[in-house]
Every structure is written in C-alpha cells, then in structure tokens.
C-alpha cells in the first residue's frame, strides 16, 4: 500500500519561500508511469492543481503558478519537493500530495482521481 506524507513549516512570511516534502512509502516515485502532483486548497475556495513530477523526473506546472513553482525530488528518500516562491497571504492553503498512474488524471485537482493521496499540511502566509 503507498502512502504519502507531507512535511514542511506550517508558517511562512511572504514574500520567503515555501517549501514542502512529500515522502513515499510502499512504492517508489520512480516506478514507470507514476506522477507525483501537488495540490491545494486555500480556505473557503476549491482544489487548486498546481503541479507534478512524473516518474522519469520531468515536470509540468499550472500556467498560473509557473513562474513561482519548483517541484524536484530525491530518489534515494523517496520524496519529492514543492517549492512556491515569493508567497502571500493568498498562498495561505492546505497543501496535498498526490500520485495517480494516469498521466490524463495528473493535472486534475480533485483528490480522489488519484491513486494515492496524503492527508494535507496546513501552511499559513503570514508576518
């Protein structure tokens, strides 16, 4: 059984860098076919895509959020990373990880398209 778990500051400043890790456990991120997305959603608003990397290592990022988006990862933890540059108060968010074996499901928002999910982190843009 996979499982995905997101770690990382649940406060950031604006204007910093947030940072947060998805570790994998039961399968490894680079099993072929795999994606590896992050999602979130800010308080009282939907599901928000905002990017994968695929099981090769290539990425592929929302349009609205690609100018501020890193997704890497390190295959000997089994993790992968998002960091979200320059971030707001509108950053502020439940961040999920997220992975599905169907590349036409890895940039859907909804959670349960995927095969796996974690449980979400909760990060706050503050001063």
């Known amino acids: 059984q996979v499982q995905l778990q997101e770690s990382g500051p649940g406060l950031v400043k604006p204007s910093q860098t947030l940072s947060l890790t998805c570790t994998v456990s039961g399968g490894s991120i680079t099993t072929n076919y795999y994606y590896w997305s992050w999602i979130r959603q800010p308080p009282g608003k939907g599901l928000e895509w905002i990017g994968y990397?695929?099981?090769?290592?290539?990425?592929y990022y929302s349009p609205s959020l690609k100018s501020r988006t890193s997704i890497s990862r390190n295959t000997s933890k089994n993790q992968f990373t998002l960091q979200l540059s320059s971030v707001t108060p509108e950053d502020t968010a439940v961040y999920y990880c997220?992975?599905?074996?169907?590349?036409?499901?890895?940039?859907?928002?909804?959670?349960?398209?995927?095969?796996?999910w974690g449980q979400g982190t909760q990060v706050t843009v503050s001063s």
């Open positions: 997220a992975s599905t074996s169907d590349s036409d499901y890895a940039t859907l928002p909804q959670l349960y398209e995927y095969d796996y």
């Open positions: 990397i695929a099981y090769s290592g290539s990425t």
